[in-house]
């Protein structure tokens, strides 16, 4: 510590005595740089990492993210009905390290709640003021008896992109014409909630134009998902031959897998399928139990206008993994999320109180190529979580020309392309 | 002494809080850029907010909400704010560049 420090320290050390209202300031005076660790570089702590390193260049910000290449989920259904580039989906972190944000590239090992330490799997521990959690999701292994990490192998979740992602793709690929997909869906809260019905319209769309003997079924273990009306009438339009969904009513729910035999064993009987993708039961990412802040559900309560856990002091959590109220999970909710949050711990690190917030949701999905839906909200904070903002939001028309449709398309493959420039390039 | 002491902590104080101020968006601002691009650099078929006369920003906004102009999901997002919160994030993108 030089002369310079110290006379700092003692000064500030007067002041803050010296008033209660300058005792409120004295955490972040006294803290010459704040340091704010975060892990998980998704759309979420990607976002945040940026955001707040500009809101407050004093702040350290330490970005701890496993993988130095991040894989995005939203249009990963596009690759998978081979109609994108998985490196399409690929982005790097150089960007975000050219902002003053600190790159590890490592695990979070452990969280020392007391001691406010983060320890990493490649050794060393990373001290913070304030920890933001951005894990994503963890698929919960066994949750469905006889999926575990092996049987993904075999029968792909392609729930998170990457590897899981081209694995789905080439047993389409490799798939005579005749055979039968199998999707199944599972209840909610899970990631991308319109996800499993642009895949399931996607792959149909593949079949229809490659294998057009082949067909695509749905077996849900809900009645009701996100834009329904309008993946159901563009289903019965364009995929009246190659997409059949089973409700749970219709005996949709999948209650085991048999992975040899690629079976899927309903409430009703037993569904064989030529190329079976599991989309399991899924929780926050494994730090946040590593934190203690995910509760029994497996996803984590927040305060809506802070982030911060309400069962972990000094710890936010955002995107997927947190427990938004109306907002979904989504990557424009992760990065609406981390852009707020940023600006939340920059006034809670110079000691003022945030203020008041609202987020926006927008999520399209293709039922193809050239046809976009979209479902939109408004949010605000309220009775503890984030509420719809009443006569907001909504889903597109029911009814819509093609053109409209197609410029929905266009939106999409825009909206994808500037929400990554703003996260990583 | 002890009262500079305090008048340079307060100021230090000030500085801070006043940087970040002046940075904050307005409620429902920052989740604009989810769409729109920060700047001009790349071509879409999105406007960018940054630079633009408040008054269109605002006139756009009430439009969409009464439905008077055609949108995709503007029609349904304008009806999330107030004339008040809508003037508040057209000021703040017209001093963003």
Known sequence: ?425 | MTATCLLVASLMVWTASASAAALEPPPGASACSGCHLASAGRRAGVPPLTGRNPADIVAAMQAFRSGQRAATVMDRIAKGFSDAEVEAIATWYADRR
């Open chain 1, 1 to 425: 510590m030089t002369t310079l420090d110290i006379s700092r320290r003692k000064l500030l050390g007067v002041a803050a005595a010296s008033a209660a209202s300058t005792l409120v300031h004295a955490p972040a005076v006294a803290q010459a740089n704040p340091r704010v660790v975060i892990v998980g570089g998704g759309f979420a702590g990607a976002t945040l990492a940026r955001t707040l390193k500009k809101a407050d260049p004093r702040i350290s910000v330490t970005l701890v993210e496993s993988s130095r290449t991040f894989t995005a989920c939203p249009f990963s259904n596009a690759v998978i009905a081979g109609l994108r580039d998985l490196n399409a989906q690929q982005f790097g972190y150089d960007k975000i390290a050219g902002d003053g944000v600190s790159l590890a590239f490592d695990t979070a090992t452990a969280v020392d709640v007391g001691a406010r330490t983060v320890t990493l799997g490649g050794g060393g521990a990373l001290a913070y003021d304030r920890l933001v959690l951005t894990p994503g999701i963890d698929i919960r292994w066994n949750a469905l008896p006889g999926y575990d990490e092996a049987a993904a192998q075999q029968l792909p979740h392609a729930w998170k992109a990457g590897e899981q992602t081209t694995l789905l793709r080439r047993q389409l690929e490799a798939m005579d014409d005749g055979g039968v997909v199998i999707i199944s869906a599972p209840s909610n809260p899970f990631r991308c909630p319109p996800g499993p019905y642009e895949r399931a319209s996607l792959i149909a769309y593949y079949l229809k134009t490659r294998k057009p003997r082949s067909k695509v079924i749905v077996l849900d273990a809900k009645d009701q998902f996100s834009k329904q009306k309008l993946f159901v009438n563009a289903w019965k339009e364009l995929y009246p031959d190659h997409l059949e969904w089973v409700s749970l009513s219709q005996g949709g729910n999948v209650t085991s897998v048999d992975v040899g035999a690629k079976t899927l064993l309903t409430d009703f009987g037993r569904r064989k399928g030529d190329v079976v993708n599991v989309i399991p039961p899924q929780k926050a990412g494994r730090v946040a139990d590593l934190a203690g802040v995910a509760d029994r559900s497996g996803w984590c309560p927040i305060d809506p206008l802070t982030f911060e856990s309400k069962l972990q002091p000094n710890i936010h959590v955002l995107g997927d993994a947190a427990i938004a109220g109306g907002m979904p999970k989504s990557g424009f909710a992760a990065n609406a999320q981390g852009k707020v949050c940023a600006f939340a711990l920059a006034k809670l690190l110079n000691g003022s109180a945030p203020g008041e917030t609202k987020l926006i949701n927008t999520c399209y999905s293709l039922v193809a190529p050239d046809y976009g839906i979209s479902i939109a909200g408004v949010y605000r904070p309220a009775n503890g979580t984030f509420t719809e903002v009443e006569g907001s939001g909504g889903v597109s028309p029911s009814k819509a020309p093609p053109e409209m449709r197609a410029l929905e398309a266009t939106l999409a493959n825009d909206w994808f392309g500037t929400i990554t420039t703003e996260v990583f390039g």
